[in-house]
Structures are given as C-alpha cells and as structure tokens.
C-alpha cells in the first residue's frame, strides 16, 4: 500500500438503520440511538423520515421538552412547521435547516406542513459540552438560499455547517461540526480533508458510494452508515447512475453521556433533575 492510500480514511464499521415510532407515530428510520449504535460522540441521535405516505409522517412531534442538547432538522424535501417555548418557529421547507440549541430548557414542536405527497428529512442530536449543557436556549433558521453549495466538476456539495473548499456552512455551533450533503453520479469521487481528531461518518442516502480506494475500499449501499478510521483524507466514490450520502465530522467531547428520553446529560442524577424540573415547570 502507498504512502497516499495509508492517509486515507477507511471503514471501521458499518450499520443499517431499525424502523421506529416517535412522536405521535411518526414513522422513522434509526440510525444512532439504537440498540446497534447508542452514539458516536458527539453525535447523540440520528432519524432519517422519507415517506410518501402521509400516515407516516402526519401525526408529527407535539409539544416536548429538551435539555443538554442541540437538535438539527434539515428537510430535504417538504415542509415542517417548527414553534418553541421561546418564542422561535417558523416553516421548514425544502433544503432548509433548523438548528436549535436547548441547552437549559426548552419547549418545541415540530408539526407537518403538508397533508400529503412526498416528505424527506433528518433530525440528528449533538450532545453540548458539560459546560454548555445549561446554555440559554438558542434558534436558528437556515433557509436554503443561505446554505451554500460548492460544485465540483459532477459533485455537488451542500455545506450546512463546517469548511468545504474555502466555503463555510451558516450554521453557529459550540464546537467544530461539519455536515454536509453531497450528491455525485456514478465515477465521480468527492475528496476532502477533514481537520484532525474528529470522528467521521457517511450515511447513504441514494444509490451506493465506496469510501476508500485501493484494497481497502468499502462499498456502503443505500440506508448504510459507516463508520469512518483514521486518515487525512476522505475519499467517496459513486457506485450508480445517482448517489448521494450525508457527511457528518464532529470533535468528539470525550465525556460521560447519560440518556432520558428527550435529554441528553453526563449523569443520571442530571436527567432525574431535567425530569423533576419538566414535570415542575422549572426546566425553562
């Protein structure tokens, strides 16, 4: 093996998703937070909902609670209406991204703004450092038109958060998070260099994309997540007419992480109190 290829990221491990129920019945595709992968720090939970059946999607997410969290909603197709208990909200559309911040407490729900057709999208969970766990809340709204996307020759790449080739996703975050959505045909490869010491995934969510190159390459087929090893480089490569995955890199917090229901702390002495104080009406 050349020196190139042993500075390129390969396949640790690869997952498949499980099919869930969450909210009020909305039908889900689990990727982290399953019995098959609980987290890969610092990302806490990862839904993918893709349906064209409105019983699947219409009973959405009423009023709940959060705490030690941020949780980001990208739609890729369709809309979702978003409300808050403080004060932030507003309609999902396609290519638009939501990026809440819950910190100490906050009250949301996120309802569908469709009552038929085609409904596409993710919801992925980030622990917050220790320190920033009982942040005051926070809300953005990243409409599509503020999301750049960097073409490439046949590659296209939407940046949502983190650094692609000079361009830098709207997104504000605690610590370094890129997540990306990248689209390429079959034969075209995406390259990036990620900053060192975070972990990568891939998530696959159209046709088949091989990561790595040489004999240590790996294809993940639609509805795989990988689980990226060490390396400088990450290399992708569509293996059908059409491919697209999901990228995500994040500095992993190396903390305790300690899971109840909707929050997220480093402690269960922690979520008892975030449960005491909901159920107190103290927790925001």
Known sequence: ?????????????????????????VRLNRIIASPQLNHV??????????????????????????RGI?????????????EDSRGGGGTLSSGDVQWMTAGKGILHQEM???????????????????????????????????IPVVNEGDVEVRIISGEFNGSIGPAQTWFPISYFDVRLPDGAAF??????????????HTGSVVIGSGDGASEIPMGGLAILDDGIEVHATGGSEKNGFLFLAGKPLNEPIARGGPFVMNTPEEI????KDFYDGNLF
Not at 134 to 146: F, I, T, W
Request: aromatic share 12%.
């Open 70 to 82: 941020e949780t980001v909603t990208y739609m890729v197709h369709g809309r979702f209406k978003h």
């Open 272 to 275: 008892e109190q975030a449960w």
């Open 1 to 25: 093996m050349t020196a190139s290829k042993q500075r390129v990221c390969g396949v640790k491990r690869t997952i498949e998703g499980m099919t869930v129920h969450d909210g009020a019945g």
């Open 112 to 146: 569908p703004g469709q009552t038929d057709g085609s409904m596409w999208g993710y919801q992925l969970w980030l622990t917050l450092p220790k320190a920033d766990k009982m942040v005051e809340p926070r809300y953005q709204h990243l409409s599509s038109e503020d």
């Open 191 to 204: 390259h990036h260099h990620p900053k060192p010491g975070m972990n990568f995934l891939v998530y696959v």
């Open 41 to 66: 720090d610092p990302f806490v939970l990862l839904d993918e909902f893709r349906s064209d059946d409105p019983n699947d999607y219409i009973k959405g997410f009423p009023w709940h609670p959060h």
